[in-house]
């Protein structure tokens, strides 16, 4: 799971680069969905016209690389946390000159950040221990700790994780 996560966090980030729409769809990915309800539940008011079109671009090809339900969810942040990292460390205020990489804080700092949120106070107890361990250890690690529980069987750890 790591090795793909892996490989389709750095697709979406080529998709993106050579995408026509690409400052549209870091603009959206900058902005990111309402805080309450993240990239699935936001509601299409939200998002102006242009920001609705790059989520559809990139919503057809994370979900066409297989991310769907909480995957989806999952892959969408890396992307964001991507998007956002790299603008943190270039100081350049004109974002079409500038292409990213998949360089991420391996996700520690997104899931510092959420366990302060009240999503994450409302997680069942599976979640929160693995939202925990992403905080300290990364999501790479919280990955493969999933799938050890669940052992090995895809399947069985969304039913265990959702």
């Not at 969905?33 to 994370?62: C, H, Q």
Request: some cysteine; aromatic content about 10%.
């Amino acid at each position: 799971m790591e090795r793909k996560t892996q490989i389709d966090l750095d697709t979406l980030i080529c998709f993106i680069n050579t995408h026509e729409k690409c400052n549209s769809i870091k603009k959206m990915f900058k902005k990111g969905p309402d805080p309450k309800y993240g990239f699935m539940w936001t509601d299409n008011n939200w998002w102006t016209d242009e920001e609705s079109n790059a989520l559809r671009i990139i919503s057809n090809k994370v979900l066409s690389l297989d991310w769907d339900s909480s995957g989806y969810g999952f892959m969408m942040r890396l992307v964001q946390r991507t998007i956002l990292d790299f603008d943190s460390t270039n100081d350049s205020t004109n974002d079409s000159t500038n292409d990213f990489k998949s360089t991420t804080n391996d996700g520690r700092q997104f899931a510092q950040a959420y366990l302060k949120t009240s999503l994450a106070m409302d997680m069942d107890d599976n979640n929160k221990k693995a939202l925990k361990v992403a905080s300290e250890k990364g999501f790479n690690t919280v990955a493969t700790e999933m799938m050890k529980q669940a052992g090995g069987d895809y399947s069985r750890m969304r039913s265990m994780f959702g």
